[in-house]
């Protein structure tokens, strides 16, 4: 899924927290997309549309009070500062109080303390040419979410070592939203911040518009993160950072949007480097106890073996270009095609290193018998990461991969409107995500081999109809996708740590489905919405590492039939707003929304412990807002019934997580507008 602001991408899901700053609207296009604008996608694309700088003056602002005493402020000022110049600064923050509590002492984590703006700058130069910049930006120091332990993932010689006791006489957490646990000494904290500068030029000539899109983002984490649910360090994060600087440019001309035959061609360009360094810590690991019994055994003291760092340094760059064309063979019939070749390379150095205590180097050397003729001992402060050789594992200095790839997009299609309100469709598309190289803790230099570019072939037909003007609205299709090396989370087996999470390509897989959504307005007032989705994954072919068959063994397992991670069959949500008139002046309204996800799993091939399970959640709101001054007032309360899920499972060295949502909060809104 690629994301944009106003066509201009978030090429990286950290840099997408805020983007729903102050809209006007959400557009959703759904499979491979790259033919208009912006980037290669299998898995569709989001782009918020920014309300825009107005031509006479418009102000308003909102406060919301809700549980855990979170406030939320909003506020924008528009209007015109020449009379060819306008602008629209918008701004929100947050702050709250801590939602999560430890269940084994009296502490609280969780609190929220994040604002983001935007100054929007647009200028009519002439009656062909007009400039509009974006200036934006967030910082976010809330607390990093808690995971809440359900389980340990210990062999049997691991969990017979002093360590391996103490966790397993570690309560589970119990099933409450709210409960979880991390290292008192070691706290969990946020500290993100992002910054993008942007110019969208759009120049009318001889009947084609050139739109020109140029943007500069900058990111910074600075993180402290708990990874193993305990207040103890199985596998902590004292350090968790990482920076991102990305400029894009993107240059098009289209044709006549109101003529018969439509054209587009454009070209686009990215340049990014992504640098990330961690630091494990995990002095109550069982697996690190194991460990440093075994180099005791050995007549090795390496007790003082506690942490390690590891980093991952990226570049990429992405050429493309990209066309489109409709032509309406009648008025009733429009034949569509598109194409997209892009050239990717990404560069990679990977390091698991040493941290600079010397105990990294110190379990590396006596794991790989060092020093032997022709391989010298890892230093205080090098990287550990190996390879095999028959003579022994031999260390590298840094892991360096280069990944070039290109491919071509396509895209063919035919609408028919049979009558003015009814629009049917069908497509065909061919789309690629890029492939990428793991930021890990690696022993092993196949752990850092990058996944290739996965691609997908997509059918879709369906139905766009309003058969009786406002009263109902129907959408429906199906789908059918056909991938190739898609991307997948699966586990691998560490020589050292055992297992890992890891990103794999599965070489067959398909996805089918079908999609409902309508809306029915049978009264004044009265608005009945409804979506439903049914959704079948499918690995056809994977052979891989399952640790429920072969548990500590280098052994793989079929897994032919699995599902995807993180898609349920079934996705489906209810809506109903009614409102009415109180006066002349003031009305009111009332409304709710179900949704419901049925059973998912987090791991491909997983057990019963990575599936989350179904669950519905209740939504409700009440409020008055006057038509003549602009205000409003909304009472509001969301997952009413105080529903227990969780929407995601991860493994660490020893244990097992889950992630909840949140649970029942309520509050207030208040508003103007004029």
Same mark, same amino acid.
């Given at each position: 899924?690629?994301?944009?602001?106003?066509?201009?991408?978030?090429?990286?899901?950290?840099?997408?927290?805020?983007?729903?700053?102050?809209?006007?609207?959400?557009?959703?296009?759904?499979?491979?997309?790259?033919?208009?604008?912006?980037?290669?996608?299998?898995?569709?694309?989001?782009?918020?549309?920014?309300?825009?700088?107005?031509?006479?003056?418009?102000?308003?602002?909102?406060?919301?009070?809700?549980?855990?005493?979170?406030?939320?402020?909003?506020?924008?000022?528009?209007?015109?500062?020449?009379?060819?110049?306008?602008?629209?600064?918008?701004?929100?923050?947050?702050?709250?109080?801590?939602?999560?509590?430890?269940?084994?002492?009296?502490?609280?984590?969780?609190?929220?303390?994040?604002?983001?703006?935007?100054?929007?700058?647009?200028?009519?130069?002439?009656?062909?040419?007009?400039?509009?910049?974006?200036?934006?930006?967030?910082?976010?120091?809330?607390?990093?979410?808690?995971?809440?332990?359900?389980?340990?993932?210990?062999?049997?010689?691991?969990?017979?070592?002093?360590?391996?006791?103490?966790?397993?006489?570690?309560?589970?957490?119990?099933?409450?939203?709210?409960?979880?646990?991390?290292?008192?000494?070691?706290?969990?904290?946020?500290?993100?911040?992002?910054?993008?500068?942007?110019?969208?030029?759009?120049?009318?000539?001889?009947?084609?518009?050139?739109?020109?899109?140029?943007?500069?983002?900058?990111?910074?984490?600075?993180?402290?993160?708990?990874?193993?649910?305990?207040?103890?360090?199985?596998?902590?994060?004292?350090?968790?950072?990482?920076?991102?600087?990305?400029?894009?440019?993107?240059?098009?001309?289209?044709?006549?949007?109101?003529?018969?035959?439509?054209?587009?061609?454009?070209?686009?360009?990215?340049?990014?480097?992504?640098?990330?360094?961690?630091?494990?810590?995990?002095?109550?690991?069982?697996?690190?106890?194991?460990?440093?019994?075994?180099?005791?055994?050995?007549?090795?003291?390496?007790?003082?073996?506690?942490?390690?760092?590891?980093?991952?340094?990226?570049?990429?760059?992405?050429?493309?270009?990209?066309?489109?064309?409709?032509?309406?063979?009648?008025?009733?019939?429009?034949?569509?095609?598109?194409?997209?070749?892009?050239?990717?390379?990404?560069?990679?150095?990977?390091?698991?290193?040493?941290?600079?205590?010397?105990?990294?180097?110190?379990?590396?050397?006596?794991?790989?018998?060092?020093?032997?003729?022709?391989?010298?001992?890892?230093?205080?402060?090098?990287?550990?990461?190996?390879?095999?050789?028959?003579?022994?594992?031999?260390?590298?200095?840094?892991?360096?991969?280069?990944?070039?790839?290109?491919?071509?997009?396509?895209?063919?299609?035919?609408?028919?409107?049979?009558?003015?309100?009814?629009?049917?469709?069908?497509?065909?598309?061919?789309?690629?995500?890029?492939?990428?190289?793991?930021?890990?803790?690696?022993?092993?230099?196949?752990?850092?081999?990058?996944?290739?570019?996965?691609?997908?072939?997509?059918?879709?037909?369906?139905?766009?109809?309003?058969?009786?003007?406002?009263?109902?609205?129907?959408?429906?299709?199906?789908?059918?996708?056909?991938?190739?090396?898609?991307?997948?989370?699966?586990? *691998?087996?560490?020589?050292?740590?055992?297992? +890992?999470?890891? %990103?794999?390509?599965?070489? #067959? !897989?398909? /996805?089918? &489905?079908?999609?409902?959504?309508?809306?029915?307005?049978?009264?004044?007032?009265?608005?009945?919405?409804?979506?439903?989705?049914?959704?079948?994954?499918?690995?056809?072919?994977?052979?891989?590492?399952?640790?429920?068959?072969?548990?500590?063994?280098?052994?793989?397992?079929?897994?032919?039939?699995?599902?995807?991670?993180?898609?349920?069959?079934?996705?489906?949500?209810?809506?109903?707003?009614?409102?009415?008139?109180?006066?002349?002046?003031?009305?009111?309204?009332?409304?709710?929304?179900?949704?419901?996800?049925?059973?998912?799993?987090?791991?491909?091939?997983?057990?019963? *412990?990575?599936?989350?399970?179904?669950?519905? +959640?209740?939504? %409700?709101?009440?409020?008055? #807002? !006057?038509? /003549?001054? &602009?205000?409003?007032?909304?009472?509001?309360?969301?997952?009413?019934?105080?529903?227990?899920?969780?929407?995601?499972?991860?493994?660490?060295?020893?244990?097992?997580?889950?992630?909840?949502?949140?649970?029942?909060?309520?509050?207030?809104?208040?508003?103007?507008?004029?």
């Amino acid at each position: 899924m690629s994301v944009y602001v106003d066509e201009v991408p978030l090429p990286f899901p950290a840099l997408t927290s805020e983007a729903s700053l102050d809209l006007e609207r959400v557009e959703v296009l759904k499979g491979p997309q790259g033919i208009l604008f912006g980037q290669n996608s299998t898995g569709g694309a989001i782009n918020y549309i920014a309300r825009k700088p107005t031509n006479s003056l418009a102000a308003g602002a909102s406060i919301t009070y809700g549980r855990f005493k979170d406030i939320e402020g909003t506020a924008f000022v528009s209007g015109p500062l020449t009379p060819t110049v306008s602008a629209r600064l918008a701004v929100r923050a947050e702050q709250s109080d801590d939602w999560q509590y430890s269940y084994t002492r009296s502490d609280r984590i969780g609190g929220t303390k994040k604002i983001a703006g935007r100054l929007l700058l647009d200028w009519q130069a002439s009656d062909r040419l007009k400039l509009e910049f974006n200036a934006n930006g967030w910082i976010d120091r809330s607390d990093p979410q808690a995971g809440q332990l359900v389980g340990f993932s210990l062999s049997s010689g691991v969990a017979l070592t002093p360590n391996g006791f103490r966790l397993l006489a570690y309560p589970l957490a119990p099933q409450n939203n709210r409960a979880a646990d991390w290292s008192s000494d070691l706290r969990p904290k946020g500290n993100k911040r992002m910054g993008q500068l942007s110019l969208r030029g759009t120049y009318e000539v001889g009947g084609a518009t050139i739109t020109s899109i140029t943007a500069y983002t900058a990111f910074r984490r600075r993180d402290v993160l708990d990874q193993d649910g305990l207040n103890l360090h199985s596998l902590d994060y004292p350090r968790a950072d990482g920076d991102i600087r990305s400029f894009t440019q993107e240059l098009r001309a289209a044709g006549d949007n109101s003529a018969p035959v439509r054209w587009l061609v454009g070209a686009n360009y990215e340049h990014s480097t992504v640098n990330e360094i961690f630091q494990n810590y995990y002095p109550d690991s069982a697996v690190v106890d194991l460990l440093k019994g075994v180099a005791a055994g050995a007549g090795v003291d390496i007790s003082f073996w506690n942490s390690n760092n590891f980093y991952s340094d990226q570049k990429l760059t992405n050429y493309a270009g990209f066309a489109n064309f409709e032509f309406d063979a009648t008025d009733k019939l429009t034949f569509k095609a598109g194409g997209r070749y892009t050239d990717s390379l990404r560069k990679i150095e990977s390091c698991n290193s040493d941290d600079g205590t010397g105990g990294d180097a110190a379990l590396f050397n006596f794991l790989y018998g060092l020093p032997r003729p022709g391989t010298p001992t890892i230093k205080i402060g090098q990287c550990v990461t190996s390879f095999q050789t028959p003579q022994g594992r031999v260390p590298v200095d840094v892991v360096r991969v280069r990944l070039h790839e290109d491919n071509f997009s396509w895209r063919v299609g035919v609408d028919f409107k049979p009558t003015t309100t009814t629009l049917l469709f069908a497509n065909i598309s061919k789309g690629y995500k890029a492939g990428s190289s793991p930021t890990a803790a690696a022993a092993d230099i196949i752990q850092y081999k990058p996944v290739k570019q996965e691609s997908v072939l997509a059918f879709e037909a369906g139905i766009k109809s309003r058969p009786f003007g406002r009263i109902l609205d129907i959408n429906a299709s199906a789908f059918y996708y056909d991938y190739r090396n898609k991307q997948l989370r699966t586990l *691998i087996l560490d020589p050292v740590f055992g297992d +890992l999470n890891n %990103l794999t390509n599965v070489p #067959k !897989s398909t /996805v089918k &489905g079908v999609e409902l959504s309508t809306t029915i307005r049978p009264v004044s007032g009265l608005a009945l919405s409804g979506q439903v989705a049914y959704i079948t994954t499918r690995v056809d072919k994977y052979i891989g590492y399952d640790p429920a068959i072969t548990p500590r063994q280098n052994g793989n397992a079929d897994f032919s039939g699995s599902r995807f991670p993180f898609t349920p069959k079934i996705s489906a949500s209810g809506t109903a707003d009614y409102g009415w008139p109180l006066s002349d002046k003031l009305s009111a309204s009332l409304g709710a929304t179900v949704t419901y996800k049925s059973r998912a799993t987090a791991l491909i091939g997983g057990s019963a *412990i990575d599936e989350i399970k179904p669950y519905t +959640l209740l939504d %409700l709101r009440a409020g008055i #807002k !006057s038509e /003549v001054d &602009g205000w409003r007032v909304q009472a509001w309360a969301k997952n009413v019934t105080n529903t227990y899920y969780w929407t995601n499972v991860t493994r660490s060295y020893d244990t097992i997580l889950r992630y909840t949502g949140r649970p029942a909060t309520y509050g207030i809104t208040v508003g103007v507008e004029f």
